[in-house]
């Protein structure tokens, strides 16, 4: 299972299927020949040898005798630190590109959402990049995973509505989540009927300083409830 984990998140990364396979046989045998390699890592048998030639080409390994043919691998931890800076720079090209292409948004600006996707979606980004605070008021099992993966060091504010008065309609579900006071989402999830999910995306700065009081208002009443 780890293995097969390794494979997708390496073909994420760029390789191909055989190239991640190799690798990871590699890694585990440490050096080989290619035959042995190709059993391991059940690439066909005439494949395998471009397929190591790849590898040495991205610097993934290294030839270390010729006769009989034997690979080695290299520094997996180096392979990531390269893929991790070749990620940071295509990101800061694509944010230039994008920059150049479209404004700024504008504060004040608020998005709408529609659809299951585009909300959590939007709510796994806002959490993730948290760095100070996170406000967030409403019931989601998607809202625990999101919560597990927050970095360290961000203070979660979390609260139901049980105690407050209603903000969504019947068969609605609200959704309140705000980050370090620049940005947040007001969401209705819904069960069943014909509407989806829709609810708003804003850095708004006066919106934002609303959700995080309700939502620290909303933790108030459940204390006060509990007592």
């Known amino acids: ?34 035959a042995k390699i190709a059993r391991n890592s059940k690439i ?22 010729l006769s009989p043919l034997e690979y080695a691998p290299l520094s997996a931890r180096e392979y990531i630190d390269r893929a991790q800076r070749d990620f940071d720079t295509r990101i800061e090209g694509l944010e230039r590109s994008l920059a150049r292409l479209t404004p700024e948004p504008v504060p004040e600006a608020v998005y709408p959402l529609r659809g299951e996707a585009a909300v959590l ?16 008021a409403g019931e989601s099992a998607r809202l625990d995973k999101f ?7 961000v203070v ?23 980050r370090d006071g620049e940005a947040a ?4 999830m819904v069960s069943g009927g014909e ?16 959700v995080e009081g309700y939502v620290a208002l909303a933790e108030q009443h459940t204390k006060s409830g509990k007592s």
């Not at 585990?28 to 020949?33: C, I, K, T």
């Not at 919560?147 to 060091?153: L, M, Q, S, T, W």
């Not at 989402?185 to 209705?188: E, G, N």
């Open 1 to 34: 299972m780890q293995a097969v984990e390794a494979h997708l998140h390496l073909q994420a990364l760029g390789l191909t299927e055989y190239e991640a396979r190799a690798y990871t046989a590699l890694l585990a045998l440490g050096r080989a020949q290619p």
């Open 195 to 210: 509407e989806e999910p829709h609810g708003v995306h804003t850095h708004n700065p006066v919106i934002v300083r609303l």
């Open 156 to 178: 979660v504010t979390r609260s139901s509505l049980e105690n407050l008065p209603a903000i969504a309609a019947k068969g609605q579900h609200p959704l309140l989540i705000a």
């Open 121 to 136: 979606s939007l709510i796994e980004d806002i959490m993730l990049n948290a760095r100070r605070s996170i406000h967030v």
């Open 147 to 153: 919560e597990a993966r927050v970095g360290r060091g």
């Open 185 to 188: 989402v007001v969401a209705h």
């Open 44 to 65: 066909p048998r005439p494949k395998v040898y471009e397929t190591l030639e790849r590898l040495e080409a991205r610097g993934l390994a290294t030839r270390t005798q």
